[in-house]
Nanobody, 122 residues
Framework: QVQLVESGGGLVQAGGSLTLSCVASESISDAEYVGWYRQYPGNLRTLIARISRTGDIMYGDSVKDRFTISRDNAKNTLYLQMNKLKPEDTGAYYC????????????????WGRGTQVTVSA
């Protein structure tokens, strides 16, 4: 089973930047999509950014124009560059592979990692 390890979170002031990394234990380059999810306390994880196997990228409205998703298949690593952070970006961030092309679908291919916490102060 593929293991996913997220890192790079931390405490940052509003307007600041962070770069998150997600390292897979083995190649996931064959996955149709890989993406980043955000979870607020007491809520479900929601997809905020994804990149397809062929390089197509989509973002949720809340992060569009501020976050950039990228991948390095040689390193089995997915990245999320987060700029102009807002307090509402606070939450736990996870990576995974959406099973469906539907943006709001909850299904993910791999077991969830522990996530990485991002906290943005006002």
């Amino acid at each position: 089973q593929v293991q996913l390890v997220e890192s790079g979170g931390g405490l940052v002031q509003a307007g600041g930047s962070l770069t998150l990394s997600c390292v897979a234990s083995e190649s996931i380059s064959d996955a149709e999509y890989v993406g980043w999810y955000r979870q607020y306390p007491g809520n479900l994880r929601t997809l905020i950014a994804r990149i397809s196997r062929t390089g197509d990228i989509m973002y949720g409205d809340s992060v569009k124009d501020r976050f950039t998703i990228s991948r390095d298949n040689a390193k089995n690593t997915l990245y999320l560059q987060m700029n102009k952070l807002k307090p509402e970006d606070t939450g736990a961030y996870y990576c995974n592979s959406p099973v469906s092309s539907r943006w709001t679908a909850l299904g993910a291919r791999y077991a969830w990692g522990r996530g990485t916490q991002v906290t943005v102060s006002a």
